[in-house]
């Protein structure tokens, strides 16, 4: 089955505030390893949800052991949507930037019960700008 593929080795996790799960993020996949290493080959784009101040308040309780997501990340998690409790879980390395209605026609198609497109779903993706940080 596709998405179970393995190269062999993973990247380490890197977790900036800065980069957070918001709709159309764009992560790295991983095993439940300690260090939180990143798939070497697996990725997703976030669609998420939008929530409520209340949702919100009741993840950083339960799924988020008390950390608090900074205004910034809830106003966005508000009005655009994403996967909050991922944040500082998974290593977030890009953004949808263009085309987040290609994203909501892929999460609409019909699947079968593993979750899997009845029809491939291919994906021309362009690296508009690489970014260097110290």
């Known amino acids: 089955m596709l998405g179970n593929g393995d190269v062999g080795y993973t990247i380490p996790a890197e977790f900036r505030p800065d980069l957070f799960h918001q709709k159309g993020a764009l992560a790295a996949a991983r095993d439940n390893n300690p260090e939180k290493a990143s798939s070497g080959c697996q990725f997703y784009i976030v669609e998420g949800k939008k929530y409520t101040d209340e949702e919100l308040?009741?993840?950083?309780?339960?799924?988020?052991?008390?950390?608090?997501?900074?205004?910034?990340?809830?106003?966005?998690?508000?009005?655009?949507?994403?996967?909050?409790?991922?944040?500082?879980?998974?290593?977030?390395?890009?953004?949808?930037?263009?085309?987040?209605?290609?994203?909501?026609?892929?999460?609409?198609?019909?699947?079968?019960?593993?979750?899997?497109?009845?029809?491939?779903?291919?994906?021309?993706?362009?690296?508009?700008?690489?970014?260097?940080?110290?």
């Open 57 to 134: 308040d009741n993840l950083e309780q339960t799924r988020l052991g008390g950390r608090k997501i900074p205004a910034a990340h809830r106003e966005i998690y508000k009005t655009a949507g994403g996967t909050p409790w991922l944040d500082q879980n998974y290593t977030v390395f890009g953004q949808v930037i263009k085309g987040l209605g290609v994203l909501d026609k892929i999460a609409a198609v019909k699947t079968d019960p593993n979750d899997r497109p009845l029809k491939d779903v291919k994906m021309n993706i362009r690296l508009v700008h690489r970014f260097l940080f110290f």
